[in-house]
């Protein structure tokens, strides 16, 4: 039996869904495996900022910070990538008005990446609000 006439294989998709070039005309520029560092910048009905620490690694996101872990999934093409995940609370804060306090928040996100650098744009589902944030990702430990 042959595959489907639309059956791309193993061909990487870019994020907007077309097959790379199998030419090999146009380098591909990979997300790169490793620890990184972010800050966090959210913005909206409810502000703050973070730091935290984050493994990529072929397309899965693990990572934290002082009061919550994400865990989340990427794809990436020709210098654009996005993705989505899920952050959850893992320790109490007392005397903190934490603006994902309390719950599991899901956020989704778009930017570009070059030379060990990852942008973000995103949103964060927190209960009714949809709070906008910006992130940097700067990459620390190759891996």
């Not at 007392?94 to 030379?115: K, M, Q, S």
């Amino acid at each position: 039996m042959s595959p489907p006439d639309d059956y791309m294989g193993d061909a990487t998709v870019d994020v907007a869904g077309a097959p790379d070039d199998p030419s090999g005309a146009e380098l591909e520029t990979r997300v790169a495996n490793g620890l990184y560092t972010l800050g966090i910048d959210m913005s909206g009905a409810k502000s703050g900022h973070a730091t935290g620490v984050a493994v990529l690694h072929d397309g899965r996101i693990l990572g934290g910070d002082s009061f919550f872990y994400y865990t989340g999934s990427y794809s990436f093409g020709r210098g654009k990538w996005r993705g989505e995940m899920i952050v959850h609370q893992h320790t109490d804060a007392p005397g903190l008005n934490l603006v994902f306090g309390g719950r599991e928040v899901t956020c989704g996100f778009t930017g570009t990446y070059a030379d060990g650098f990852a942008d973000i744009d995103g949103t964060a589902l927190v209960g009714r609000y949809s709070i906008p944030f910006r992130a940097r990702l700067t990459l620390r430990s190759p891996g």
